[in-house]
């Protein structure tokens, strides 16, 4: 009798698996490595490292071309290295949501502009876009040029020390960006709490390889599952001191504003006429302690200024979200540009001539204007980011049926953004492996 009921359960979990794999052949006429029932490509990933499954997606681009699919048990992600696709998909509406492992990062970050999405990501959005004009981004370059005096001497100071000797430029970077991220997006000077910050720096690096390794470990994917894990402890107690960190932030600008009576006009800007003369500029924090957005009684064209302040709750996920995403990823391409320095003497020497062509020796500080002297430089970082791109791979969720390059995508369908091969397919990048600043270099007419 026990013998027949197993017979008949497996019987039936099998006609399931083949009813469920019949459809996702069905609506999959895209190629892909071959998908097992039940299981997916699951198999594929279960035991590789981080690095391991990053050249594994990258090998499949190369092996099924721009579009192709994946599937991890009935979730299906259709990965797609095609530019004309991307734009058609972050333009779309129909792909305003984020993936789920974004969910997973907002256990961190909460429900800030990377993690958000729909209406709330629009208002938030235009809220914070007047933080970004070239007008406000350039009162900083006075803080951009100061800052990168300092790191280069403290990059010069560890070279000294220990002559001959390599030094691990991410960490001092690291501690770099987030420092000019204190004083341009949060306005505090932040020069004296350079072990608060290292330590910030840390919990972060902490954080994104726990988040990275919940997101390709088949049981830590599971919620309910990673709760149950010793890491779960320690990623609550990375994400309350990051908090706390961007908190005090938060915390120390609001005081800030108090003291130095920075004055607004009626429409919630600084007015610079009566500004004290210690508040030389407004940083995004700022933006957003004054933007209001829309609440319930708002028309959806009414201005920035019409409804309600953030919330403290809201204000704290953009900060956080802010710290993270500004400074490690400018860390990142900061490091693959000084490699580059490094690896290609010719080209180092050509950045060197510009400078001292363009700029000369005996500057005190770089202004707004001497950026755009530097036009080698400007291919120099752009071709940088091409083969070294800080985000290789995005997500989106398409939130209806829709179709990408012809193709039928059911709603819920996760879909990467290969930008790392996007980046070097030789269709767009002739030679795509061969660095090549004079790619971006406009021609002369
Ligand atoms: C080289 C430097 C940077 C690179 C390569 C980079 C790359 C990216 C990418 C690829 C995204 C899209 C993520 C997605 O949609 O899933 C993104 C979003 C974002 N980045 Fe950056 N980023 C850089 C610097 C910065 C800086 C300096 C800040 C802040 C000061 C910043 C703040 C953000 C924010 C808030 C978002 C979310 C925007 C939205 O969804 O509306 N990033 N970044």
Same mark, same amino acid.
Request: charged share 25%; glycine share 4%; hydrophobic share 40%.
């Given at each position: ?14 006609? !399931? ?61 259709? +990965? ?33 502009? !990377? ?8 208002w938030h959005r235009k809220a914070i876009a007047p933080a970004f004009s070239t007008v406000a981004l350039r009162q ?28 691990? +430029?991410?960490?001092? !970077? ?13 306005g ?5 709490? /350079?072990?608060?910050?290292? /330590?910030?720096?840390? +919990? +972060? ?45 938060i915390?120390?600008r609001r005081k800030i504003r108090e003291r130095s009576k920075l004055v607004f006009d009626q429409d919630g800007n600084i007015d610079f006429e009566r500004l004290d003369p210690r508040s030389k500029y407004s940083p995004l924090l700022d933006t957003l302690l004054n933007a209001r957005l829309p609440d319930g009684t708002t028309s959806p064209n009414a201005g920035l200024f019409d409804g309600r302040p953030l919330t403290d709750?809201e204000i /704290?996920?953009e ?31 050509? !950045? ?94």
């Amino acid at each position: 009798m026990f013998y027949v009921i197993c017979v008949n359960i497996l019987v039936f979990l099998i006609f !399931l698996a083949f009813v469920y794999d019949l459809k996702f052949r069905s609506c999959g006429r895209l190629p892909g490595p071959r998908r097992w029932p039940i299981v997916g490509n699951l198999l594929e990933f279960l035991w590789l490292d981080s690095g391991a499954i990053f050249d594994r997606l990258i090998s499949y681009s190369k092996q099924y071309g721009e579009v192709y699919i994946l599937d991890f048990l009935y979730d299906r992600t259709v +990965v797609c290295a095609s530019p004309s696709d991307a734009k058609r998909i972050l333009t779309s509406y129909k792909f305003l949501a984020k993936s789920d492992d974004y969910g997973k990062v907002s256990e961190w970050i909460g429900d800030g502009l !990377l993690v958000s999405k729909g209406m709330k990501w629009m208002w938030h959005r235009k809220a914070i876009a007047p933080a970004f004009s070239t007008v406000a981004l350039r009162q900083f370059v006075p803080v951009f040029s100061r800052r990168a005096e300092e790191v280069c001497a403290k990059l010069e100071a560890l070279a000294d020390e220990r002559p001959g000797e390599p030094v691990d +430029v991410l960490p001092e !970077l690291k501690l770099h960006t987030l420092g000019v991220l204190c004083e341009t997006v949060m306005g505090i000077p932040c020069g004296e709490e /350079q072990d608060r910050q290292r /330590q910030y720096t840390q +919990v +972060v690096e902490e954080l994104k390889s726990i988040l990275y390794w919940r997101m390709f470990s088949w049981f830590a994917n599971f919620n309910t599952l990673f709760r149950l894990t010793p890491t779960k402890r320690r990623f609550d107690e990375l994400v309350a001191l990051s908090r706390s960190f961007t908190h005090d932030m938060i915390d120390r600008r609001r005081k800030i504003r108090e003291r130095s009576k920075l004055v607004f006009d009626q429409d919630g800007n600084i007015d610079f006429e009566r500004l004290d003369p210690r508040s030389k500029y407004s940083p995004l924090l700022d933006t957003l302690l004054n933007a209001r957005l829309p609440d319930g009684t708002t028309s959806p064209n009414a201005g920035l200024f019409d409804g309600r302040p953030l919330t403290d709750e809201e204000i /704290q996920d953009e900060v956080d979200t802010f710290s993270f995403a500004g400074h490690d990823t400018t860390a990142s391409a900061m490091t693959f540009i000084l490699y580059n320095v490094a690896k290609y003497p010719e080209m180092q020497e050509r !950045l060197y001539d510009e400078i001292v062509s363009e700029i000369g020796t005996e500057f005190s500080e770089l202004n707004f204007q001497d950026l755009f002297k530097l036009c080698y430089m400007d291919s120099f970082i752009k071709e940088s980011l091409r083969l070294f791109p800080p985000v290789p791979i995005v997500a989106r969720i398409a939130i209806d049926d829709t179709y990408v390059n012809m193709v039928d995508i059911k709603a819920g369908t996760s879909v990467a953004l290969n930008i790392f091969s996007m980046h070097r397919h030789p269709a767009y990048y002739p030679d795509p492996e061969r660095f090549d600043p004079e790619r971006f270099r406009k021609s002369p007419d």
